[in-house]
Structure formats: structure tokens, C-alpha cells
Nanobody, 125 residues
Framework: QVQLVESGGGSVQAGGSLRLSCAAS????????MGWFRQAPGKEREGVAA????????SYADSVKGRFTISRDNAKNTLYLQMNSLSPEDTAMYYC??????????????????WGQGTQVTVSS
């Protein structure tokens, strides 16, 4: 069983930056595609970014492209999301997830097997 724990959320003003981290309980995740999702109140969950097991390929939602960067350090079993130029529209609960397979770049949440509990990001104008 893979456990994922997010950290790094918080409150920031528009234009600011945050870096989210997701620590995995086992090094099995280094073989899995992983991603970040977010869900704002009253909205559907959105796949924000995804990265392959080796980190060689990534994909992003259009809403964050050019502002967010997903990365991973397999030696530390940790996934990251660097978020720059934040806007109030980015306010949401952010979740990391592991696909349990090597493919997930379409960011379909149906592919993801393991989920963290989430970390709140609030951006004020």
C-alpha cells in the first residue's frame, strides 16, 4: 500500500509562489506515473500536471501551463509542484496521486490508484 502525504500549501497573495511536496511511504512509486490534481468548492476535480516515472515527460492543464512545474526526486520518493504567478483562480485543495502504472499523462483521474489527503492553497487578490 502506498501512502502519500502532501505539504507546502498555505495562503499567498496573487502573483506569489508556492512549492508543494508529496512524500511517498514506499520507493515503489519511483516506477509509477504521478500527478497533481486540485478541486475547488463546487467544481470538478482537475488534473493539473502529470509526470512519468523517470521524470522525462510531463503534461499540464492549459490553465497552469507556463506557471506550474511538476518534478520528482525518486531518490527521496518525493513529488513536487512549483507554482508561480498564482491567481485567486488557483485557490483549491491540491492532491497528489500515483497511477500505479507507467502512464498517466492524460491526467485522467481514473488512472490513479493512490491519493494523498490534500493540502489547501488559498490565493488572495
Amino acid at each position: 500500500q502506498v501512502q502519500l502525504v502532501e505539504s507546502g500549501g498555505g495562503s499567498v497573495q496573487a502573483g506569489g509562489s508556492l512549492r508543494l511536496s508529496c512524500a511517498a511511504s514506499t520507493d515503489t512509486v519511483r516506477y509509477y506515473c504521478m500527478g497533481w490534481f486540485r478541486q475547488a468548492p463546487g467544481k470538478e476535480r482537475e488534473g493539473v500536471a502529470a509526470i512519468t516515472a523517470g521524470g522525462g515527460s510531463t503534461s499540464y492543464a492549459d490553465s497552469v501551463k507556463g506557471r506550474f512545474t511538476i518534478s520528482r526526486d525518486n531518490a527521496k520518493n518525493t513529488l513536487y509542484l512549483q507554482m508561480n504567478s498564482l491567481s485567486p483562480e488557483d485557490t483549491a485543495m491540491y492532491y497528489c496521486a500515483a497511477a500505479g502504472s507507467t502512464w498517466c499523462l492524460d491526467r485522467s483521474d481514473a488512472r490513479y490508484k493512490y491519493w494523498g489527503q490534500g493540502t489547501q492553497v488559498t490565493v488572495s487578490s
